[in-house]
């Protein structure tokens, strides 16, 4: 892949513009959220700061901090308009701290949080295991990183519309599961436990998918992306070619769990970044009960 392959600037202004229509757009979102939230009860002792990475309106943010009110919770997103949605997610007496930042360049001290949480945030970032690094680097050791991923499998009824006409699909790519358990061991994480389930949506036309999308920001985010259908013959064509059944269209969404601890010491990491050598048999293993 480019190193390129997401024009930053171009997703900050997609969330930006989707922030005071995304909660009420973004069903799947909350329960992808609501399902990886559940994670939480790994962590041994109740954390002390907690870091809500791509918070976007920060439900969860406000869940986190109601569920540990003494704890320091910094709900950061690359889109300002979508913080400004966070003070509605709590109470005053219960406040979140908010840092519009990219989740690249963390601006926080290394092991600052006990536990991160980032809910379908970070198939928007790219190279994935530059992010990852930098999320190890804000953890604090025996830390908590449980987040949430679009898989490659996303959307593959609209992909597979817009091939049939002979077109680009305009729709982002994303890291398939394997891709990501690498790169959090290559990050020098431990305990990794991946888990993946297909979701399938239901709209009532081609139109409706299309302006869910937009409403919650998740058009193509490549620098040389196509621009959309010209035209009502192809959009005509596209509709043609996106299969139908009683009446209503379905769209797949692939969503890729992980949670992973950094490890009490540090693996040695080459010059490249990439961890030097790792004893799998001294890794001890997390299993969902």
């Not at 005053?92 to 600052?112: E, G, M, N, Y």
């Not at 002979?166 to 398939?176: C, D, K, L, Q």
């Not at 290559?186 to 990794?192: D, P």
Request: aromatic fraction near 8%.
């Amino acid at each position: 892949m480019p190193e390129n392959l997401f024009d930053r600037r171009g997703i900050k202004n997609h969330f930006a513009r989707a922030a005071e229509s995304y909660l009420a757009a973004a069903a799947l979102q909350k329960e992808v959220e609501a399902r990886l939230l559940e994670q939480a009860d790994y962590l041994e002792a109740a954390p002390k700061r907690i870091l809500d990475l791509g918070s976007g309106p920060g439900r969860a943010a406000g869940i986190l901090k109601k569920r540990w009110p003494k704890a320091e919770v910094i709900a950061m997103d690359i889109a300002l308009p979508m913080l400004r949605q966070v003070p509605q997610q709590t109470r005053f007496w219960r406040p979140i701290k908010r840092v519009c930042a990219d989740a690249l360049q963390l601006p926080f001290h290394d092991r600052s949080f006990d536990f991160i949480f980032s809910s379908l945030c970070l198939q928007w970032v790219h190279p994935l295991p530059d992010a990852l690094h930098e999320i190890r680097r804000v953890l604090s050791p025996n830390g908590l990183f449980a987040f949430s991923s679009f898989g490659p499998d996303t959307l593959m009824e609209l992909r597979d519309a817009y091939a049939g006409i002979g077109e680009t699909p305009p729709v982002s790519p994303f890291a398939a599961i394997q891709q990501i358990g690498d790169a959090l061991q290559g990050a020098g994480f431990r305990n990794s436990v991946l888990d993946r389930e297909l979701y399938t949506m239901h709209y009532p036309d081609l139109r409706a998918l299309m302006q869910e999308l937009q409403a919650i920001g998740a058009t193509d985010a490549r620098p040389q992306r196509p621009r959309g259908l010209a035209g009502k013959n192809r959009w005509r064509a596209l509709n043609a070619a996106y299969p139908i059944r009683d009446g209503r269209i379905a769209s797949s969404w692939e969503v890729i769990s992980a949670m992973a601890f950094r490890p009490e010491r540090d693996p040695e990491f080459r010059e490249d970044g990439i961890v030097a050598s790792i004893d799998a048999s001294q890794i001890p293993r997390r299993r969902r009960p």
